[in-house]
């Protein structure tokens, strides 16, 4: 009885200047694909790009000045002419709810960009000093949080005086604390890895370790964290400046707007804030969604 020898299956020759699977890069195109691939991170992204296209270039869009008044045509609904109407002082409202973009866009992503510094920071010095350091600025940290935002840039604004800039640093520092935690997590799961103790042991100092070896690997949830903040951001400036707290006059801040008009309501003028709120409401829809997106690709 013979047996049939079957001879051995070489694998395919790879050839030499073929990229790894699990390079960086290849990694990131993945990403990207499954991102672009991604309804929710599709859809957020549009209604962004939108807003960003309506700040950059609203004054040359809107069909009027933004704060040019018409007393003969005070708060007329919406018409041809006036596709949003007018409010109380013959003002366009689709003029200003196009300009008024402007404001938001720059306050809220300054203030999710200094948080995102200041979070990252604190998060890489607490998570990898750990012991006496990470118990103070931990604590800190809880003392701060334990006050709701509002509250905290309430007392903050009023004692240091209404600016923009004031907004931009009482918000930036407040989701600073809450994005620490994430980082401080993140961080804690990396730094007892092989990696680490390789620098370790090359005697790289601590700053190199943080910022070189373990930062480029909790990349991701920073990156999650900043966008659910940036939507958070946004209502929060629209809540200043409904308050009177954040961005002023003769800004057409949305928050603002619908500050200045919502006693009108009672006599029927909607349309003097329903496009604004609309418009708030958007704007944190689409940043959700992107969010969204990334946190489904990041956790793939």
Known sequence: MSTALTPDVEAAPVPPNAPSLDTPSVIRRQRLGLLLRSPS?????????????????????????????????????PSGDHWFGTDQYGRDVLSR??????????????????GTIVGTF????????????????????????????????????????????????????????????????????????????AANLRGENPLYIMTVE?????????????TVRLGYAIFTVA????????????????????SQNYGLIGGGYWWTVLFDALAIGSLVVGVNLAAEGIHGVVDA
Do not use: H, K
């Open 41 to 77: 991170f599709v859809i957020g992204a549009v209604i962004l790009i939108f807003w960003i296209v309506m700040a950059i270039a609203g004054p040359f869009i809107a069909p009027y000045g933004s704060n040019d008044t018409d007393l003969l045509n005070t708060l007329t609904p």
């Open 122 to 197: 604190l998060g890489l010095l607490t998570g990898y000093a750990r012991g006496l350091t990470d118990d103070v600025v931990s604590r800190i940290m809880e003392a701060f949080l334990a006050l709701p935002l509002l509250i905290i840039a309430m007392l903050v604004i009023t004692a240091l005086g209404i600016s923009n800039t004031t907004v931009i640093i009482v918000i930036g520092l407040s989701f600073g604390l809450v994005i620490a935690r994430t980082v401080r997590a993140a961080v804690l799961s990396e730094r007892d890895l092989d990696y680490v103790a």
């Open 239 to 258: 809540s200043l400046s409904f308050l009177g707290l954040g961005i002023q006059p003769p800004s057409s801040d949305w928050g603002l707007a619908i």
């Open 97 to 114: 709810v196009i300009v008024g973009s402007r404001d938001i866009l720059i306050v809220a992503p300054l203030a999710t960009l200094l």
């Open 214 to 226: 373990i930062l480029p690997n909790v990349l991701p949830p920073i990156l999650v964290e900043a």
